[in-house]
């Protein structure tokens, strides 16, 4: 059974830094990009942040660049998000994504975990 759990949620005031983590189980975490999206009360989901399976390549969505930072570490089947330099739209739920990709880009597997709750206010 395949787990993924998100922590380090929580309250931060604006220009703070918080660090979320992924715990992934139950899968071949190596093979998998890794993704990071949020969504806020009345929009929609957001892509984060992503980080490849082979290369550890990032990439990031054009609000959090160069305040967020994503990294993977395969021995212990984690990802981080760490995000700096919060600003109050941040505010969202952030969901942590494993997804692996076949031939043609076709995917072949999707997990989502339940999400941690980011508030970001004075």
């Known amino acids: 059974q395949v787990q993924l759990v998100e922590s380090g949620g929580g309250l931060v005031q604006p220009g703070g830094s918080l660090r979320l983590s992924c715990a992934a189980s139950?899968?071949?975490?190596?093979?998998?990009?890794m993704r990071w999206y949020r969504q806020a009360p009345g929009k929609e989901r957001e892509l984060v942040a992503t980080?490849?399976?082979?290369?550890?390549?990032?990439n990031y969505a054009d609000s959090v660049k160069g305040r967020f930072t994503m990294s993977r570490d395969n021995a212990k089947n984690t990802v981080t998000l760490q995000m700096n330099s919060l600003k109050p739209e941040d505010t969202a739920v952030y969901h942590c994504?494993?997804?692996?990709?076949?031939?043609?880009?076709?995917?072949?597997?999707?997990?989502w975990g339940q999400g941690t709750q980011v508030t970001v206010s004075s």
């Open positions: 139950g899968l071949r975490f190596s093979m998998y990009d």
């Open positions: 980080i490849t399976s082979i290369g550890g390549t990032t």
């Open positions: 994504n494993a997804r692996r990709l076949g031939r043609f880009s076709v995917v072949l597997d999707d997990y």
